[in-house]
């Protein structure tokens, strides 16, 4: 069965720009979460999602957005970038009413 | 909100020795804690979880044990070896869903031949 897939691995903007992440659950799995990883703080929640809704919200700016499609793939949107924003972004998908979440390699941002 | 606490920042130990990582968490209405193992270039990798009705839970050379009364969890490994070496994060959930999870800062584990 094929993991959590993120795509892309690496990615490079500039300040001031947008960039779209993408994640692919695993299949079956209708619950999409999304995580920032810094050295500094650490692994933070942004948003979940379940059947195209967002159902949980982390403590992010406006800047912060996703949403789900009804194959369960989700995208996140960062607009106006700026360099705090450089990070590893990690999704994560989970079985219906199972608490277990799988996460995915992860999408390495640098902002510049 | 929930705040996990997490000790010690890194740990190293000889191979075939034992580990101990220890977490403290704030919401007494978590019931779900899990384990991830994070090594270098990889997402967190599920190792082992237990829910708030259990007290204790083994998996071969990994334990997780778990006060409720306390607010505490802790991962065991036992018989570590060098590929044991990255870096592990406990996380709480269930205030706000289990999808919600809050994590620790993470423990550098580094086992030596």
């Known amino acids: 069965k094929a993991g959590v897939t993120q795509t892309p691995r690496y990615l490079i903007k500039t300040r001031g720009q947008q960039v779209t992440l993408s994640c692919s659950p695993i299949s079956g799995h209708r619950s999409v979460s999304w995580y920032q990883q810094t050295p500094g703080q650490g692994l933070q929640f942004l948003f979940e999602?379940?059947?195209?809704?967002?159902?949980n919200k982390g403590n992010f700016p406006g800047r912060f957005s996703g949403r789900q499609f009804s194959n369960s793939r989700s995208e996140m949107n960062v607009s106006t970038l700026e360099l705090g924003d450089s990070a590893l972004y990690l999704c994560?998908?989970?079985?219906?009413?199972?608490?277990?979440?799988?996460f995915g390699q992860g999408t390495r941002l640098t902002v510049v | 909100g929930e705040n996990v606490e997490q000790h010690p920042s890194t740990l190293s130990v000889q191979e075939g020795d034992s580990a101990v990582i220890k977490c403290t968490y704030s919401d007494s209405a978590s019931n779900y804690f899990p384990w991830y193992k994070q090594e270098l270039g990889k997402g967190p990798q599920l190792i082992i979880d237990i829910r708030s009705n259990v007290g204790e839970k083994k998996d071969q050379r990994i334990a997780v044990t778990l006060n409720k009364t306390a607010k505490h969890f802790s991962l065991h490994i036992t018989e570590t070896q060098p590929e044991d070496s990255a870096v592990y994060f406990c996380a709480a959930a269930g205030a706000s869903g289990y999808s919600t999870l809050t994590f620790g800062k993470g423990t550098m584990l580094l086992v030596s031949p």
């Open positions: 994560a998908s989970s079985l219906t009413g199972t608490p277990e979440a799988f």
């Open positions: 999602y379940f059947s195209e809704t967002q159902r």
